[in-house]
């Protein structure tokens, strides 16, 4: 009879080479940190882009008003 724990790790190991898609986990983690890193910086981008909307618009609040 199979060793259950065997047949799990090696289920295991086949779903883990899957889910890296052939990469290294070290590869895996660095492809995920570079993502995460132009993710944060297209977000900064959309707030600063935002921000300087919302000052245009304010500027031509007060000037409607004066």
Request: aromatic letters at 0%.
């Amino acid at each position: 009879m199979p060793d259950k724990n065997n047949e799990d790790d090696v289920n295991a190991e086949r779903m883990l080479e899957a889910a890296l898609g052939g990469l290294t986990p070290h590869q895996a983690l660095i492809r995920a940190s570079l993502a995460e890193s132009a993710d944060s910086e297209a977000r900064a981008a959309a707030a600063a882009k935002n921000r300087e909307r919302a000052l245009k618009l304010l500027e031509a609040i007060e000037k409607s008003m004066a």
